[in-house]
């Protein structure tokens, strides 16, 4: 089958992380007999640039006609001083609600490889697992396209107040409850909302739609949780969860949290998918925005030291997600885990208290070979 990937690299690590994903993405075309074709878009500070603007209008519509969009990662410091309005992340809002992606899912799991990079004692971690195991497996389902980042915003005349609104209508609500509830069934079959109904009215109102939302989901256990709540409960006994649904805002805190846990934000994949009944959707698969859940790490660009495997295992969830491509995307995870099974390490994940030989420290570029060469095997 053909499919068409707006190819969005970015700034500081994102083309160097992009790069290696899409030469597994072509493995697998010739694997499989699949063709990606791939069109590549300015947005952020590279935008910003050759532009004057984070998402110029060409670059949105061209990734409307795409199957689904890859992006690496926006900003920098040249580009922090800008007003907020043209500042490089305002390309991914601008992307993720001109595509209509608003569920973001983004699994946190502790590969039994990297076990030592997770800050959590064993005990710790098998207190709360099911099977007392010393693992999680959790997948956070955000509201990315409504509430406080999409709210108005503004300033008062004299300049000393400032404010930020959390809205969300009821449509917005139960379309990424049911994400939520789709997901869970495939699991552990918990659903877990996640907010602050005990100060904010919007809170409550979530609450709401749950209560008539869950209905329809019998089979599924619904619980809810304060934010503040959560944020400690993460740390304190993480193997509780499976599905995780909230806000935009505890939404983008609670998964960076959740990333620490698995040993490194540069291991987690993250997709956006809009409604499968939407115009942009394709052959029923929803249109799908996939990224890393990092930044642009300006700290380590241009060195080769950026792990490439979050940017990977989200090119995994695009072939299952937006292509419906479930064996080819398995194929590729499973690559990335039997290259950590060999022992290859980047910094990030690497051991904190080392053990010589069992480990090998690699660059971006050899990860990136190394699944690549797993995969042709
Ligand atoms: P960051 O995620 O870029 O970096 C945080 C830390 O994690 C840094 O120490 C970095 O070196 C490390 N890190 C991140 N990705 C890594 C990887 N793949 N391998 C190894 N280490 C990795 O967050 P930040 O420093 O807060 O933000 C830097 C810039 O990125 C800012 O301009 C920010 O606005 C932007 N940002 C963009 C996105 C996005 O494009 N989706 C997300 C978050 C932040």
Same mark, same amino acid.
């Given at each position: 089958m053909n499919f068409s990937i707006a190819l969005v690299p970015g700034d500081g690590i994102g083309p160097e992380v992009i790069a290696p994903a899409t030469e597994i993405l072509d493995a697998i075309g010739d694997i499989y007999g699949h063709v990606f074709h791939y069109v590549e878009l300015e947005a952020g500070g590279k935008a910003i640039d &050759?532009?004057?603007?984070? /998402?110029p209008q060409e670059t949105l519509e061209a990734a409307k006609q795409c199957d689904a969009l890859l992006l690496g990662a926006v900003g920098g410091p040249?580009?922090?001083? /800008?007003p907020g309005h043209l500042r490089p992340e305002r390309a991914l809002l601008g992307l993720r609600s001109g595509l209509g992606v608003f569920a973001n899912l983004r699994p946190a799991v502790l590969l039994p490889q990297l076990k030592d990079a997770c800050p959590l004692k064993d005990e710790v971690l098998a207190a709360s697992h099911p099977e007392g195991k010393p693992t999680f497996d959790l997948l956070i389902v955000r509201e990315l396209t409504g509430g406080l980042y999409f709210g108005t915003r503004g300033r008062s005349e004299d300049g000393k107040t400032a404010f930020d609104t959390e809205t969300y209508s009821w449509m917005e609500v139960e379309r990424v409850l049911r994400a939520g509830y789709a997901a869970a069934t495939v699991r552990r079959k918990k659903l877990c909302i996640v907010d602050k109904a005990n100060v904010l009215e919007s809170s409550r109102f979530w609450r709401e739609v749950a209560a008539v939302v869950s209905k329809d989901y019998p089979d599924i256990e619904t619980s809810y949780l304060y934010v503040d709540n959560c944020a400690m409960q993460l740390i304190?006994?993480?193997?509780?969860?499976d599905v995780i649904v909230t806000s935009n805002l505890f939404g983008d805190i609670l998964s960076d949290e959740a990333s620490v846990l698995t040993? &490194?934000?540069?291991m987690l994949p993250s997709a956006s998918l809009g409604s499968?009944?939407?115009? /942009?959707?394709k052959n029923g698969h929803p249109m799908g925005m996939y990224e890393?859940?990092?930044? &642009?790490a300006p700290d380590i660009?241009?060195?080769?030291?950026?792990?490439?495997l979050a940017t990977i295992l989200s090119a995994a969830m695009m072939l299952r997600y &937006?292509?419906?491509?479930e064996k080819e995307a398995h194929a590729v995870e499973a690559a990335v885990s039997a290259v950590l099974d060999a022992g290859l390490r980047t910094q990030d994940i690497a051991r904190r208290t080392s053990t010589p030989g069992s480990e090998k420290i690699v660059g971006t570029k050899a990860m990136g070979a190394a699944v690549l060469k797993e995969l042709s095997r």
């Open positions: &050759s532009a004057g603007e984070p /998402l040249r580009w922090e001083t /800008l304190r006994a993480p193997g509780q969860f040993g &490194s934000i540069g499968p009944q939407d115009p /942009l959707a890393p859940i990092h930044g &642009s660009a241009g060195q080769d030291r950026a792990n490439p &937006s292509f419906g491509l």
